[in-house]
């Protein structure tokens, strides 16, 4: 049964850093597309970063240009979990994050609409204030 776990969220100031987790159960991060992805109010969810397996435990990570230079995108194998490292805070970054996940199919590129993955966390609140 595949499921995924965020935490991590939090109210911070702008400016400020958090680290958001994904443990995932029942499947190998990699063999899936798994990504982050964000929903602020009123607003449609949108992708924060993308990771891939690109050989025998090596990963290839990707964020949007809104957060690039500001997060990161990595993973422990050992501990099954994703993370989502957010440095540099901006209030417009307040949304509730989620984790997801998608099998790849024969290696394949990832896809980045949340329509193209199958598997979501409950979702983690952070909040940035001025």
């Known amino acids: 049964q595949v499921q995924l776990v965020e935490s991590g969220g939090d109210s911070v100031q702008a400016g400020g850093s958090l680290r958001l987790s994904c443990v995932v159960s029942?499947?190998?991060?990699?063999?899936?597309?798994m990504g982050w992805f964000r929903q602020a109010p009123g607003k449609e969810r949108e992708g924060v970063g993308i990771?891939?397996?690109?050989?025998?435990?090596?990963?290839?990570?990707d964020v949007a240009d809104s957060v690039k230079g500001r997060f990161t995108v990595f993973q422990d194998d050992t501990k099954n979990t994703m993370y989502l490292q957010m440095n540099s805070l901006k209030p417009e970054d307040t949304a509730m994050y989620y984790c997801?996940?998608?099998?790849?199919?024969?290696?394949?590129?990832?896809?980045?609409?949340?329509?193209?993955?199958?598997?979501w966390g409950q979702g983690t609140q952070v909040t940035v204030s001025s």
């Open positions: 997801a996940a998608v099998k790849r199919l024969d290696g394949g590129p990832c896809r980045t609409s949340p329509a193209s993955f199958d598997f």
């Open positions: 029942g499947f190998a991060m990699s063999t899936y597309c």
């Open positions: 990771l891939k397996a690109i050989g025998v435990r090596r990963y290839s990570a």
